[in-house]
């Protein structure tokens, strides 16, 4: 079991018993001496499986399971009763026990119980991650599309962390890690909450007053802000410490390109996989980039052909969802004029140059004003402030037909 399970009873051969038992069949568990003590170590915003016995000094077993489940109706119990103790055991199920086990119960017994305690903590875990999960994909916002194991686990690994629990986000670039933060961000954050976003390279020099008045500035006249800070690996321990701890932040992001290792951060370290390694997440990815670029420029989605996703998904993304990105946008622009092959090359998908970037952007930029002034050429040189020679040499060095953008 992923999650330890939690022994309280106040004899200390029983616990020994059933700890051994458990170890035995590789089970990690925690072992209490009362309630008391339990409830001090238990987080109730963690649920487990906890075995308790009734008959306890202090507080007895039936206050000890309505304290936890008052505080998270999840955690599963498994209450020992004494033989013959049926009134017990039916007001602990009545309080909400999962089971019973009566004194003295054989180890098979035990296990059983567990097994189906542990199948429905899952169960009912599952149905949070995925009510969780809809609720995010429904919001407005960046989404985490995608269904593979990788891009699934991070998710629920989000979805399961503290509010305030600062994260690391560690990935190739192109990864996702600002959606990443943005989604870990709208989880928990007010609606009128906001991502701040500052670069690393800014902060790193700033000594600790500094390094105070640049996030008062940052958040002035803002509440409940989290700090996303990209390009951070040139940060120090003790400047981490200090904006994990600021008063004026509520949680902060960090993004690297490499896990830390010169300091040990309170952060979680989470590291976002490359689109090479969640190759099933290509088909949804490139399908929503390509209807969500159509829906901007107002036209029809070009169709996708099976062979089309499966040539994508052969093929290598170097710089990952930033490119596919790119391409699903060059996808919806030019349906006609579409080859595959262009981005295709005996040396894979490259990262373009500065002047196929230019030209890419003088491509939509192009297609967006055509299509918003339906072709009329007088409308588009007044808004871009360009000749009419310029405009059309333009128009006939990307292939762009002011006819086809007429309505009527």
């Not at 498994?78 to 602990?92: Q, R, S, Y």
């Not at 990209?230 to 490499?258: I, Y």
Request: with cysteine; hydrophobic share 40%.
């Amino acid at each position: 079991m992923h999650s330890p399970i939690y022994f309280v009873d106040d004899d200390p051969h029983i616990r020994d018993a059933v700890s051994q038992a458990l170890i035995i069949e590789e089970i990690d568990v925690i072992c209490f001496p009362n309630a008391v003590e339990a409830l001090r170590m238990i987080d109730p915003d963690t649920p487990a499986i906890i075995i308790t016995d009734i008959h306890m000094p202090v507080m007895n077993g039936l206050e000890f399971l309505q304290t936890l489940l008052n505080s998270n109706q999840h955690f599963q119990f498994i209450v020992l009763t004494g033989h013959g103790d049926v009134k017990t055991a039916v007001e602990a199920m009545k309080s909400g026990a999962y089971d019973f086990l009566e004194k003295p119960f054989s180890t098979e017994h035990l296990l059983k119980s567990l097994n189906k305690a542990k199948e429905r903590l899952s169960l009912l875990q599952e149905n949070v991650w995925l009510k969780k999960e809809l609720a995010m994909q429904t919001h407005v916002g960046p989404k985490m599309i995608g269904h593979s194991q990788a891009i699934v686990k991070l998710r629920r690994m989000l979805i399961s962390t503290a509010p305030t629990q600062p994260l690391i986000f560690v990935g190739q670039d192109g990864t996702g890690r600002r959606i990443a933060a943005q989604f870990a961000h709208d989880l928990h954050a007010a609606p009128d909450s906001e991502l701040l976003a500052v670069s690393g390279e800014d902060l790193c020099q700033l000594s600790q007053g500094p390094l105070d008045t640049a996030i008062h500035h940052l958040t002035e006249g803002k509440t409940q802000c989290s700090l996303y800070i990209f390009s951070a690996e040139n940060l120090s321990e003790k400047q981490w410490m200090q904006l994990f701890s600021h008063p004026r932040l509520q949680r902060v992001f960090g993004s690297l390109t490499q896990s830390p290792t010169e300091f040990d951060l309170s952060a979680n370290v989470i590291t976002l996989p490359n689109l090479d390694q969640r190759k099933e997440d290509i088909a949804p990815l490139y399908k929503h980039f390509v209807r969500h670029a159509a829906s901007r420029h107002q036209i029809q989605p070009p169709h996708i052909t099976q062979d089309e996703i499966q040539h994508l998904t052969q093929m290598s993304w170097p710089e990952n969802i930033k490119q596919l990105r790119q391409f699903a946008e060059w996808r919806a622009l030019k349906p006609d004029g579409f080859h595959i092959q262009e981005w295709d090359s005996q040396k894979g998908l490259e990262i373009q140059s500065m002047q196929q970037r230019l030209e890419y952007f003088e491509y939509c930029l192009l297609f967006d004003a055509l299509q918003r002034h339906q072709g009329r050429l007088k409308e588009i040189q007044l808004e871009l402030q360009i000749s009419r020679k310029t405009l059309y040499d333009k128009l006939k060095k990307h292939q762009l037909d002011k006819s086809q953008f007429k309505m009527f």
